[in-house]
């Protein structure tokens, strides 16, 4: 009995140090966003690039890719025929471009595309969507490929 006893005072004790720790971290003002960073500053430019499907289909689906990454952290561009633009940021390494991608006849697709590379050369796999000789949509695994043409 006495064993549950400190059980129980040790448990309601840490809670209370829980409680006590969320609540100041919500009475702190928000945060503001973060300025560029120097390793996103220095993938600032227009990039150009191919985005190759690598489903296990007979035909293989492709379409262009042109970017340029804004020294302020957004990105505008194209992806295929479909208008694009969003927010560009670095984690761990890795170039992250999300956003959306607008087609001519107003359907929207969700852009996240994770990079590795260097300053140069950027690349990774993601889903994409493809049409087909059917002039069918398909969502499938792909790989983009990007090279920085301009800073």
């Given at each position: ?71 302020d952290?957004?990105w ?45 050369k ?30």
């Amino acid at each position: 009995m006495t064993r549950h006893l400190v059980i129980a005072v040790a448990l309601s004790a840490a809670l209370a140090g829980c409680a006590t720790g969320v609540a100041t971290t919500a009475n702190e003002p928000a945060a503001m966003p973060a300025p560029m960073s120097e390793s996103l500053r220095g993938l600032a430019g227009h990039w150009k690039g191919t985005i190759f499907e690598t489903a296990s289909v007979f035909y293989q689906g492709q379409t262009a890719i042109d970017v340029r990454i804004g020294d302020d952290g957004r990105w505008t561009g194209t992806v295929g025929q479909a208008s694009a633009s969003g927010v560009a940021s670095m984690r761990h390494g890795w170039l992250v471009l999300s956003g959306t991608a607008t087609t001519p006849d107003g359907h929207q697709d969700v852009v996240f595309y994770e990079l590795t590379g260097d300053a140069n050369k950027r690349w990774g796999e993601i889903t994409s969507s493809f049409n087909g000789h059917d002039g069918g949509g398909r969502v499938e695994h792909a790989t983009v490929s990007l090279q920085r043409v301009a800073a």
